[in-house]
């Protein structure tokens, strides 16, 4: 049997020299090895091939033989030609179509920064992606499976004017909003720049133009949906989640950091499409390396299947007609920077530079004029290439599959193709408009097609007839999203007795109270499957070890081993279908469990209620832009930030004491914040979110600190729970009935209050009540809201914020003292005109006890008091020397550093 030729060999590449002996041995030998090699291939098939190399491997390893890690394939599709599956639409008509969403997605870029100069847009990125969204729409994306939403389409935030310009051409938007794309308060509908769910609620549901963030959230939705299926809350569908990703944008540790998460947990529900146009906003992505060559390799060693997607078919007819193996060799050979060269300077470049450098490369295209070698097309411009590419990661099975697609930044852009400057173009010029106008035959008369008029033909066009066909038989309109009613109702308030009820005087923590309360709120008969309890790795710092019992840790594959710990009660249990997401150490990860079940009650119509508890400080410092992103998505959920407040967690220092995550929550608009002293002002707040978010439908989240300091809980006074929501209630009136002097406590700061209150009336004949603050922030907005309306209504009777309303007749200076810093009261500062003294945490946190915190941060009892007669004093209601010798006995020093800057 004769041998099929796979590739030249070594000997016929090299032929022997005469005067260097032993080298030609070398040659002849390898070639002899590789004609064997490729005998075995050929005769028995791949797998037999892949074997024998295996095992090669392995006894060379025995033998000592130091082999190099080798994670690279060569420079060419990983999909042969041989392989390939004709392409099964009409290519024309798609090339049309494509056509005209390129040209309305550059004319709304154009046309608009016309109109309004500066206002930006981008038209390069998504002029690089066509191909690939458009074969994914026309071919693969699935609208719908049953009665379950389809296919999730994570996108690339700035290719959103395609995306536009395509939903443009489906009839989903008139072309007054293509008019408006980034005009989106004016009279009638804009576009935002992004895909922003806040923005556009009908239309997008994953945010993603902050880099990385889309990435990272799509393993872990893909992750998530598995473990939907797994506990039986939706059905096992062969839904799949496309992530385009920028090579730019995986320079993001975010876009790489969880790739293995996918791998281990077999997410062939994922397909990450990378849309390798070798270019980043300032320049190239790697000039001097090979993107594609690095992501291979990154995504093999995480144990992705790979599919590169390099060349196009005018590529294939080159690569088999060389028989010298050189047009792969210089393929190898030149960088990412070469190849941008190669696109910028046109054909003849291309057959100096490129082929030239080989005399039988050179003699290979001697044939092809300039312009045909400046058109041969790389692989993610050719239909064909991709759509085979998309059905191998479809129907990929055990892992998940990344596809890596050679494109050019400004596909069709004329000069602004391939150069550097090209992701900031936003306009053509009028001979560049020219060019793309006949290049993609759009029919718009030429003045037209210089005001960057948008052009969408005739509903009964073969275009939009063939378009909406394919959409029809992949279930419909991909880009929508729709809420759907929900039959949920919230447990009452009573369902929390045991939370309301007090410790009984046992010291206890607000965490521990948090997770009593969440072990109760599992075992709800309705709602309780819905909870879905995430950590970072900080179960045990949370004294979570009995909802691991109760619910068992999720784990795809079930519990493989059998616990060290299993004789013991609270043993680590791991289960198929449990509840828990413990993620490991990753509080990203953490968030994109969290974006996942947080918008589950529209992604898969099915609610669910997710109690992210995390380390607060590494919590909004660390992840803040991914909770900025779950906003836009109109999350819902609550993040618990335990171990919080920077004189609270006793020992640890300046990396872990958190005095700002009030500060940082505060800044999110749908994020309502609490600062919590007592387990039954938790119970209250988690109720109310409940019903307010999963039984009202509103668009908002939690975030609550809770704390490690053990003292009694009490039990809930009567008519607090309103107050508690707004943010402020009386938590105990001066003992003598009669305050002269307010103070306000947040967290167990509350505590040094009440002790303050105590002191200051049993020493120094000073009566004060003292109010639970739970949100600042809450009050603030509620605040800013009465004010605005007082603004904008001068002629009607002036209404007063929530904070007066709440504090009414109290008189006196009020002394607020908060574990964080003095901003978080200070936001109360315009209504409490002059009445504001605020103690706080500002500085860094140092490792110590509570004790000598508190007094070093001055937020103790001491503090609170001294504050006070200090503030007495100013309004002259109290003597300065009595207060000089009151500073002495409570150990004030007055001329230390202050903490801010210590
Ligand atoms: C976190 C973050 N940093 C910076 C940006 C600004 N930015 C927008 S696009 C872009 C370049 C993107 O390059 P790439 O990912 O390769 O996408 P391409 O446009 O080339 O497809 C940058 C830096 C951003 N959106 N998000
Ligand atoms: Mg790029």
Redesign the pocket.
């Known amino acids: 049997m004769t041998t099929t030729k796979i590739a030249p060999t070594p000997a016929e590449l090299e032929p022997a020299q005469p005067e260097q002996p032993a080298q030609a041995d070398q040659v002849e030998e390898t070639s002899e090895w590789i004609e064997a090699f490729d005998q075995v291939v050929v005769e028995e098939g791949p797998m037999a091939g892949a074997q024998l190399l295996g095992t090669l491997t392995r006894r060379a390893r025995q033998a000592g033989v130091d082999l190099p890690i080798q994670l690279n394939t060569p420079y060419v599709n990983t999909i042969r030609v041989e392989e390939e599956e004709p392409y099964p639409g009409d290519r024309l008509i798609e090339r049309r179509i494509k056509s005209l969403v390129r040209w309305n997605a550059m004319a709304m870029v154009h046309r608009q920064n016309k109109k309004d100069p500066g206002i930006g847009g981008?038209i390069?990125?998504y002029s690089?992606?066509a191909t690939l969204i458009e074969v994914g729409f026309n071919h693969f994306f699935r609208a719908r499976y049953g009665d379950d939403p389809g296919d999730f389409l994570y996108l690339?935030?700035?290719?959103a004017p395609g995306i536009y310009a395509r939903a443009f051409l489906a009839g989903m938007f008139p072309q007054e909003q293509l008019d408006n794309f980034r005009h989106e308060l004016r009279d009638t509908p804009g576009l935002s720049s992004y895909p922003h769910p806040w923005l556009m609620p009908s239309f997008w549901r994953f945010p993603t133009?902050?880099?990385?963030l889309g990435p990272l959230n799509s393993i872990y939705q893909a992750r998530f949906m598995r473990y939907l299926e797994n506990r039986g809350l939706i059905a096992k569908t062969d839904r799949k989640i496309w992530a385009f990703?920028?090579?730019?944008?995986?320079d993001?540790p975010e876009t790489l950091g969880s790739l293995t998460l996918a791998s281990r947990e077999k997410l062939d529900n994922l397909i990450f499409v990378i849309?390798c146009?070798l270019?980043?906003?300032d320049g190239p992505?790697r000039g001097n390396g090979k993107i594609i060559q690095e992501l291979e390799a990154a995504f093999r060693g995480a144990g992705w299947n790979v599919i590169k997607v390099i060349w196009g078919c005018d590529w294939d007819e080159l690569l088999a007609r060389d028989t010298t193996g050189l047009l792969v060799k210089r393929m190898e050979e030149c960088v990412d920077g070469d190849y941008q060269s190669f696109k910028v300077r046109g054909g003849s470049y291309l057959r100096e530079k490129f082929f030239g450098k080989y005399p039988q490369l050179r003699e290979l295209v001697a044939d092809k004029s300039d312009e045909e070698l400046a058109r041969l097309r790389l692989g993610g411009h050719d239909p064909q290439k991709v759509y085979n590419a998309y059905k191998c990661a479809v129907e990929h099975r055990g892992a998940p599959t990344v596809i890596l697609a050679k494109t050019i930044?400004g596909y069709g852009l004329g000069s602004a193709e391939a150069r550097n400057a090209t992701?900031q173009e936003k306009k053509l010029s009028d001979k560049d408009l020219a060019l793309f106008r006949t290049r993609f035959d759009i029919p718009i008369p030429e003045q037209a097609a210089h005001d960057g008029a948008p052009y969408r033909p005739p509903e009964d066009s073969l275009e939009i007839r063939y378009l909406n066909q394919c959409r029809k038989e992949l279930g419909g309109y991909i880009l929508q999203r729709t809420v759907p009613k929900f039959n949920l109702k919230a447990p009452e308030l009573d369902y929390f007795a045991e939370s309301l009820a007090g410790s009984k005087g046992r010291a206890v923590s607000t965490t521990m109270g948090y997770v009593s309360m969440l072990r109760g709120l599992l075992k709800h008969p309705e709602i309780g499957k819905l909870i879905v309890p995430i950590v970072p790795d900080e179960g045990r710092t949370f004294g979570m070890e009995s909802i691991i019992r109760q619910v068992g840790i999720y784990a795809s594959q079930g519990q493989l081993y059998e616990p060290h710990d299993q004789e013991m009660l609270l043993y680590y249990r791991e289960a198929k279908d449990g509840q828990i997401l413990e993620e490991g150490i990753t509080e990203a990860g953490s968030m994109g469990s969290f974006t996942a079940a947080g918008c589950a009650y529209y992604n898969y119509r099915q609610p669910m209620i997710p109690f992210f508890t995390f380390y607060s400080m590494f919590g909004f410092q660390r992840v803040g832009?991914l909770i900025w992103a779950f906003a836009d998505a109109r999350g819902r959920g609550f993040l618990f930030g335990g171990t919080a407040g920077r004189t609270t967690l006793a020992g640890e220092g300046l990396q872990h004491l958190d005095g700002h995550s009030h500060v940082l929550a505060s800044v999110v608009p749908t994020c309502a914040t609490y600062d919590c002293a007592y387990v039954y002002e938790i119970a209250v707040i988690v109720q109310d979110g409940i019903r307010r978010m999963f039984q009202n439908g509103e668009d908002r989240f939690y975030y609550v600190t809770v704390y490690n300091e053990d003292y009694p809980m009490p039990e809930m006074p009567e008519g607090v729970a309103e107050g508690i929501l707004r943010g402020i209630y009386k938590f105990a009136a001066a003992p003598s009935g009669k305050a002269t002097i307010q103070l306000f406590g947040s967290g167990p700061i509350l505590n040094e209050a009440i002790r303050a209150q105590q002191i200051l009336a049993e020493k120094y004949k000073v009566q004060a009540d003292v109010w639970s603050v739970t949100s600042y922030n809450q009050l603030r907005r509620q605040a800013l809201e009465t004010e605005r309306w007082n603004r904008l209504h001068p002629a009607e009777k002036e209404k007063r914020p929530y904070i007066l309303e709440a504090l009414d007749k109290a008189p006196g200076p009020i002394i607020a003292a908060t574990d964080y810093m003095k901003i978080v009261p200070d936001q109360l500062a315009p209504w409490l005109a002059g009445r504001l003294v605020t103690l706080g945490t500002d500085g860094f946190g140092r490792s110590d006890n509570r004790q000598h915190l508190r007094r070093h941060f001055e937020v103790n009892a001491e503090s609170i008091v001294a504050a006070a007669l200090s503030r007495l004093v100013r309004d002259g209601q109290f003597d300065a020397r009595k207060a000089q010798k009151a500073f002495q006995e409570l150990g004030i020093d007055t001329e230390r550093i202050d903490p801010a800057r210590a």
């Open positions: 981008h390069s990125t690089s992606l690339q935030g700035h290719a133009v902050s880099m990385g990703v920028g090579d730019g944008e995986t993001e849309n146009n270019q980043r906003l992505v930044k992701h832009d």
